[in-house]
């Protein structure tokens, strides 16, 4: 049997690919005060949005239990009788990486799962976790596919282009002043992660069309000649996405690309408009 692929719901992996590559999804959780909901589950991105763009005050966000995972991890095992890989948001941003190891830790060698913090977010793991269950479907060992991810994990890049400071400032990663005379003058910050998983300011440029160009002349300096995986996620800006997609295209020898919506759990950090640029070599 094939080794088991699971993530969580931040990792923004469109549906249809989900199941073609039998990747297992563990939800967190987006409170608007009383409500809560299941990202992805009875929340989706569009929904997500509107309420957002409505309500007065700032959404929360939950991890799963360790028991939710315990219960995944179980009955995948029980199902297929083969290990299982854990890959998750970064453990910077959030305790969904520390609730799985718990659970992997409480289960011992009654169930063997490997948990792996990605320190990243949305698809910038939701690639990584692809490259991975990809190799899993074609009957690749535990130890190649752990050998892939780790090689990812030094050689994958994620840049986030804000729309707006408003939900930075909400959130309380930039103040009230800086996010007010950002708007004034058209700033798009460019954030990123660093290697420890954390967010930091990239760059900031006024205008998008510098931005875009900021964030192109970056991945040359990587990248350039290389055969490359390119996702870009995007909170309601499907046409900014589609040509940032194009603009990447242009440039680079693309052989895996795919489009898809920033869910709830990071749409609410970083705010509608949001487009975020993932990219890793084959």
Same mark, same amino acid.
């Given at each position: ?18 199941? =073609? ?15 809560t909901y299941e990202d992805g ?67 011992? =060698? ?20 692809? =490259? ?15 050998? $892939? ?23 309380? $990663? ?21 290697? =420890? ?8 440029? $006024? ?75 084959m």
């Amino acid at each position: 049997m094939t080794i088991q692929i699971v993530t969580d719901s931040t990792a923004d992996i469109p549906k249809d690919i989900l199941q =073609e590559l039998n990747i297992h999804v563990v939800p967190l959780k987006v409170h608007f005060g009383e409500e809560t909901y299941e990202d992805g589950i009875d929340l989706t991105p569009a929904n997500f949005y509107d309420k957002l763009e409505s309500y007065e005050f700032v959404p929360t966000t939950s991890q799963p239990t360790p028991l939710q995972f315990e219960e995944v991890y179980t009955s995948l095992y029980e199902k297929n009788k083969t290990e299982i890989i854990s890959l998750h948001l970064s453990s910077k941003l959030s305790g969904t990486f520390q609730s799985a190891y718990m659970a992997e830790q409480t289960l011992g =060698e009654e169930v063997p799962v490997t948990v792996v913090d990605t320190k990243r977010a949305s698809y910038a793991i939701g690639i990584i976790v692809v =490259e991975a269950a990809i190799l899993a479907k074609s009957g690749a060992t535990k130890d190649a596919i752990m050998q $892939r991810i780790n090689e990812m994990l030094e050689t994958t890049s994620v840049y986030f282009l804000v729309d707006t400071l408003e939900y930075l400032q909400k959130n309380g $990663r930039i103040g009230k002043a800086s996010a007010l005379v950002g708007s004034l003058l058209k700033i798009k910050p460019i954030l990123s992660l660093n290697k =420890e998983g954390e967010v930091y300011p990239y760059e900031k440029v $006024r205008g998008q069309k510098k931005a875009i160009q900021k964030i192109i002349d970056r991945l040359k300096d990587e990248y350039e000649g290389k055969t490359l995986h390119v996702g870009i996620s995007h909170a309601k800006a499907s046409d900014d996405a589609a040509m940032i997609m194009e603009a990447v295209k242009s440039q680079f020898k693309v052989e895996r690309e795919v489009i898809t919506d920033i869910g709830p759990v990071i749409g609410t950090h970083v705010g509608p408009g949001t487009v975020s640029v993932s990219v890793t070599p084959m």
